[in-house]
């Protein structure tokens, strides 16, 4: 069974500074990843998607890798502000998985000190 | 606004009761999803739909089922609620299963 772990589970950063999410998996064999960030009281959002055969995938001051080998991705946030207070999840689709084939990570809670 | 609207957006509920959580999109997503978030469990989902007409179980499917009359709607409904149902209900949809997933703003559901 799939397991997707976050590390840190929490985290305070003040702002300005870049900074690294790490995610985690166990079992290689995945068809994409993807990052989502959820804000109190909301629904998750999408940020990046990486299929398996890609190394990064990059959105503005986001930037998402995949080590698909290493089973691992991480999520780079350059120049962090305010606004960017979320917790961030990761989650991974196995290959040939359909719609039942995601498993989520349990997030890092995000804070950027002003 | 394109996305997902869920309601209601909260609800008390007596153990016992039927309950039906609504989900509407209007992307023409074909895959529909419904997940419970709960803390310290990370979000598990419940059931699933690839396109209209067809639904699959997920991780956590006792206690509630789903229908998918149609590529808009996906309800998930509750027949006989249990305070173990307490959690956040969130909605999603992609445009093709493994597509980027949309959520919807949740349901906090309180079986009491």
């Known amino acids: 069974k799939q397991e997707v772990t976050q590390i840190p589970a929490a985290l305070s950063v003040p702002e300005g500074e870049n900074l690294v999410l790490n995610c985690s998996f166990t079992?290689?064999?995945?068809?994409?990843l993807q990052w989502f960030r959820q804000d109190p009281g909301k629904g998750l959002t999408s940020l990046l998607l990486i299929q398996s055969s890609q190394r990064e995938q990059t959105s503005g001051r986001l930037n998402a890798s995949l080590d698909k080998s290493s089973g691992r991705s991480t999520l780079y946030i350059a120049a962090s502000q305010p606004g960017d207070s979320a917790t961030y999840l990761c989650?991974?689709?196995?290959?040939?998985?359909?719609?039942?084939?995601?498993?989520f990570g349990k997030g890092t809670h995000l804070i950027i000190q002003p | 606004i394109a996305g997902i609207t869920q309601a209601p957006t909260s609800q008390i509920l007596a153990a016992g009761r039927r309950m039906t959580l609504r989900c509407t999109q209007d992307m023409r997503h074909n895959a529909m999803y419904w997940y419970r978030q709960d803390l310290g469990l990370g979000l598990r989902l419940i059931h699933y739909?690839?396109?209209?007409?067809?639904?699959g179980k997920g991780e956590v499917p006792d206690g509630y089922s789903v229908s998918r009359a149609n590529t808009d709607d996906f309800p998930l409904t509750l027949a006989s609620a249990v305070p173990s149902q307490t959690s956040v209900y969130f909605c999603?949809?992609?445009?093709?299963?493994?597509?980027?997933?949309?959520f919807g703003n949740g349901t906090r559901l309180t079986v009491t």
């Open positions: 079992d290689s064999a995945i068809y994409n």
């Open positions: 739909s690839n396109t209209a007409g067809t639904t």
């Open positions: 989650a991974v689709s196995r290959s040939g998985g359909g719609a039942d084939g995601l498993t």
């Open positions: 999603a949809s992609s445009e093709q299963a493994n597509s980027p997933l949309h």
